[in-house]
């Protein structure tokens, strides 16, 4: 039996070698089109060539050619008409399919079980993981090519879809996994999508779905509000379509009453799914009314993961899991049943000791500071080993008020030093995670922490962790990250007491570096700092708060009074 590979490829020096060393294991032809429009050319079919020669596999290549009224773009313009390209050169017995930006795992015993099903099967179709999206959707992955030259061809110029004639039969199975994994995230890809809408648009629903969905991601409230109704003016739009269209609107129009309405319409569409009543319970949040709040969370909870036949493509796996526990727990929190919301807790955790603690001192910054936190939850390989707990001062009302629904600390001290202390004196995990409000995680975050104190035990090995932070060069550490050993060889804090903001890292790193316990991991972790120093932000009042000359001026005498060395 042959498998080919067919891929599509922009300009994708970046990712090439990766995919194909991902897949290699279960192909013995690359076929490959290039679909760039009149953009120039990079090394990516070089690349792949000299690849497919070194390893002894058959290469074919080709270029899709925009059609009439597309000529000038410089990019493709219709994904299916390219799939299709790079399925009909193909001369494998099974033809399967990759983004050049993907990877795969779980890819032990593909190859025998394809050659293993009955005759009467065409298709198989296999989990894609797009992560930081909480998306995890089935996807046609390998057709026979003899049902692919029989009609089974692709379809949509944006979005593809691979469609078996009636009464056909395919097989989905869980492994392997296609998992999205691009470099850097390509911005310009929604642009490029919008343009091929637009250009290919026939008054179909799902095309006004898939551009309000382009510029819902892109932020374009206004276009998003439009084509979303649009969309929903058409009723034989797919439930799926409609169900993610009410959610996005409600987000979007800015109106409580509104909102609800939405939400209220898209729960009917699936009262069995959890999506739309997370978002309700998010709305009853914006008005701190906690009886609807649990409420609905009590109704989430009812609810299991429905399966594949019963749920939309857009399925959140996250509110099914950690999140949907989280999500429960806070609205438990915020209506003072503190009992269920312990209960909520620790099944988030799995009945485990977190293995790491994420210590986040905020200040006049509650909505960003809720965004951060659901950021860096979103992006760890696994939540449920992540605590999170907020240190808040408690003159700051609207943050108390924010903390209230949340695992929380209240400092009556004016100080991020202080409230980083009081978090990690609450904390339960095994590495502390000191965290503001202008970090940004890299994907799998907790893991990469992880895996560089692998074989070490956090209780008795002292350590710290220097990551990069995007921009310095020099050895301070401006996000600390230790072992509980070190914790507590600091004397049970995370920076010394005596200072209030300004310097406490200066002393943090320098007696790590000195001490010779720095882990460092800056060539292989960086979590951005979107921070003012670096013009990354506007300067705020708790930016002025913590910078106040005065800090500054006393934590430099205490630095070199506590360090003269």
Avoid at 25 to 37: H, K, N, T, Y
Avoid at 200 to 224: L, M, P, T, W
Avoid at 498 to 527: C, H, L, P, Q
Wanted: neutral net charge; hydrophobic residues 40%.
């Amino acid at each position: 039996m042959r498998i080919s590979l067919c891929v599509i490829c922009g300009n994708e020096r970046d990712h090439i070698h990766a995919m194909l060393d991902a897949f290699a294991p279960i192909f013995d032809e690359l076929s490959l089109v290039r679909a760039i429009g009149v953009k120039p050319a990079d090394e990516t079919e070089q690349m792949a060539r000299d690849w497919c020669a070194a390893k002894g596999i058959s290469f074919v290549f080709n270029e899709h050619k925009n059609e009439l009224g597309a000529e000038t773009w410089d990019h493709v313009d219709s994904f299916a008409k390219a799939r299709n390209a790079a399925f009909a050169q193909a001369t494998g017995d099974w033809l399967i399919w990759a983004d050049c930006d993907d990877v795969v795992e779980q890819l032990d015993g593909f190859r025998q079980r394809l050659e293993q099903l009955p005759a009467d099967v065409l298709m198989v179709r296999c989990f894609y993981d797009v992560r930081g999206s909480n998306k995890r959707l089935y996807r046609e992955r390998a057709i026979r090519r003899h049902a692919f030259r029989d009609r089974r061809v692709w379809h949509h110029d944006v979005h593809e879809n691979l469609l078996l004639l009636p009464k056909d039969r395919h097989e989905d199975w869980s492994a392997p996994v296609w998992v999205h994994a691009p470099v850097v995230v390509k911005r310009e890809n929604r642009r490029r999508n919008l343009r091929i809408l637009a250009h290919s648009v026939r008054e179909v629903a799902a095309q006004y779905f898939y551009i309000h969905q382009e510029h819902f991601c892109s932020g374009n409230r206004d276009a998003a509000m439009a084509f979303g109704k649009i969309a929903l003016s058409f009723p034989n739009l797919q439930p799926a379509f409609r169900y993610e269209s009410l959610i996005n609107l409600a987000k979007l129009c800015g109106n409580h009453r509104e909102a609800l309405g939405h939400l209220m319409e898209a729960h009917a569409v699936y009262p069995w799914c959890r999506e739309a009543i997370a978002h309700l319970i998010l709305l009853y949040f914006e008005k701190n009314d906690t009886h609807r709040a649990s409420y609905w969370a009590d109704k989430m909870l009812e609810r299991g993961e429905p399966t594949e036949a019963d749920r939309p493509w857009t399925h959140e796996v996250k509110w099914y899991t950690w999140a949907g526990q989280d999500l429960a727990a806070r609205a438990f929190r915020l209506h003072g049943n503190l009992s269920r919301a312990a209960v909520l807790q620790a099944q988030y955790h799995a009945g485990r000791t977190p293995r790491i603690s994420l210590l986040h001192a905020t200040r006049e910054r509650s909505s960003k500071a809720v965004a951060c936190r659901d950021a860096w939850l979103s992006a760890a390989s696994n939540a449920a080993q992540i605590e999170h707990i907020f240190a808040v001062d408690a003159d700051d009302k609207d943050s108390k008020e924010m903390s209230v629904q949340f695992v929380s600390v209240v400092s009556e001290k004016k100080s991020c030093v202080a409230a980083w202390n009081l978090a990690a004196k609450k904390a339960t995990g095994d590495i502390f995670v000191q965290l503001s409000d202008d970090w940004v995680p890299s994907m799998g975050w907790d893991s990469k922490i992880l895996a560089e104190c692998a074989g070490k035990d956090p209780a008795f090995d002292s350590f710290v962790i220097a990551i990069n932070d995007g921009h310095r060069k020099d050895n301070l550490m401006c996000m600390a990250i230790c072992s509980r050993a070190r914790y507590e060889q600091q004397g049970r804090e995370l920076f010394h007491d005596g200072y209030e903001s300004m310097y406490s890292d200066n002393e943090y790193s320098a007696r790590a570096w000195k001490d010779g316990v720095v882990i460092d991991a800056r060539s292989r972790i960086t979590f951005e700092h979107l921070h003012p120093a670096f013009c990354r932000a506007p300067m705020d009042k708790t930016y002025e708060h913590n910078n106040h000359p005065e800090r500054y001026k006393a934590g430099r005498e205490l630095f070199e009074q506590r360090n003269p060395q």
